[in-house]
């Protein structure tokens, strides 16, 4: 198997699932109780909390557990705004992930009034329509580090430069960039951070929330007194450890995983550029997480490509995994300019630490054969696109 859908989900690391299956035979108790068997849960659980707060230049005190990403959007987005009611304005991108669309959209239909700012055709936010945005009613800026289609990197320090001008706070969705690039909350300036451990090779289902100290915003999920108070419900504790070896891999071992992803992604990409006529990179050349190529086949339908790669193990998306069973056409691609036809025919490929050098050279035999086929077939006309 050649899995390139890294973006959707990373495999477990076998050191993240040695530590998990270690912790599952010895510690059951709940971090909340005040015997010894929970006192250890806890510290193992602060060890955790540690690691996160050390990758993102954070302090322990700052970080908050959730249940994914997903809903660590959620928190930062409605938390805040559940926090100012006097500021019922926020400004999101037009590509950000369904997590935070999803919820402006929400938010919208409560009487938020929400500003979706487009983007230029690499993906890049537009700084001047933001900034125009911006008024005394703004409570709350939601801008994506890496967008997870195209893998373009946003100027979220010039974002913040202008959010702080106007005392408005700053969330970033850094699920795509953490483990990836530097993720360092006080080099970005922002307010509020999310990130997600399956997609650095931990497990699913935890995701954790970064809130600066004296951020004024409010729960999410009301109950007991976990999270100090701030995210109820008996923590996720599997989860949590799994979270931390992983970031502590990633701490020890990123610059390793990023040297070989971009080397293993510059290949794919010179391959299928030099191979594949009619088709068009997505994306920042440069400001791009590096292991993120999306690309369009002029005149194929996308999901045929990926059901052919499929048939030789070669596992690649059509965009995000949660548009995947969706008709509609990418947001994402929408919003870079792309028609219809070109979007339906745009594959993502999403390179990680468990790729080999020697999966490539398969791919760039069995791509070009797989669209070249197609195209003998296609009822498109390749130049009309
Ligand atoms: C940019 C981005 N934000 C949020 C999420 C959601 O994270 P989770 O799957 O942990 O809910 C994803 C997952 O695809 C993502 O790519």
């Not at 109780?33 to 250890?40: N, W």
Request: with cysteine; hydrophobic share 40%; glycine share 8%.
């Amino acid at each position: 198997m050649i899995y390139l859908d890294n973006n959707a989900t990373t495999p477990l690391d076998p050191r993240v699932q040695i530590k998990m299956t270690e912790f599952l035979k010895e510690n059951f108790g709940n971090p909340s109780s005040l015997y010894p068997i929970g006192r250890a849960v806890k510290e193992i659980v602060t060890e955790a909390r540690d690691t996160i707060a050390k990758a993102l230049g954070a302090k322990r005190t700052e970080i908050f557990f959730t249940g994914s990403g997903t809903e660590s959007d959620n928190f930062a987005i409605r938390g805040v705004l559940d926090a100012m009611p006097e500021k019922n304005e926020f400004i999101i991108s037009a590509i950000e992930h369904p997590a935070v669309i999803e919820t402006a959209n929400y938010l919208e239909r409560k009487g938020a009034k929400v500003t979706f700012v487009p983007v230029d055709h690499t993906g890049i936010v537009d700084l001047d329509r933001l900034q125009e945005a911006i008024s005394t009613k703004t409570a709350l800026i939601s801008l994506m580090h890496a967008n997870n289609e195209l893998g373009t990197i946003q100027p979220i320090q010039d974002v913040v430069k202008m959010a702080k001008e106007k005392g408005v706070l700053v969330h970033t969705d850094a699920v795509q960039s953490f483990g990836k690039i530097d993720v360092n909350v006080d080099k970005l300036g922002v307010d509020l951070l999310s990130v997600s451990a399956h997609k650095i090779y931990g497990p699913k289902g935890i995701g954790a929330l970064y809130i600066r100290k004296g951020t004024n915003i409010m729960p999410l999920i009301y109950g007991g007194h976990q999270e100090r108070l701030m995210r109820a419900g008996t923590e996720n504790t599997i989860g949590i450890v799994g979270f931390g070896e992983a970031i502590r891999i990633v701490l020890e071992e990123g610059d390793k995983d990023k040297k070989h992803i971009a080397k293993l992604a510059d290949m794919l990409k010179r391959g299928i550029e030099e191979k594949i006529p009619k088709v068009k990179f997505n994306g920042h050349e440069k400001d791009r997480i590096k292991g993120t190529l999306n690309f369009s086949f002029y005149g194929l339908e996308a999901e045929a490509i990926l059901l052919s790669l499929a048939t030789k193990d070669i596992f690649v998306s059509t965009g995000s995994a949660c548009s995947e069973d969706s008709e509609e056409v990418s947001h994402v691609l929408s919003a870079i300019g792309l028609r219809p036809e070109m979007a339906r025919s745009s594959i993502r490929i999403s390179l990680g630490r468990f790729n080999k050098e020697e999966d490539i050279p398969v791919v760039l035999r069995e791509l070009p054969e797989i669209v070249r086929k197609l195209r003998e077939i296609s009822a498109l006309d390749i130049n009309d696109s």
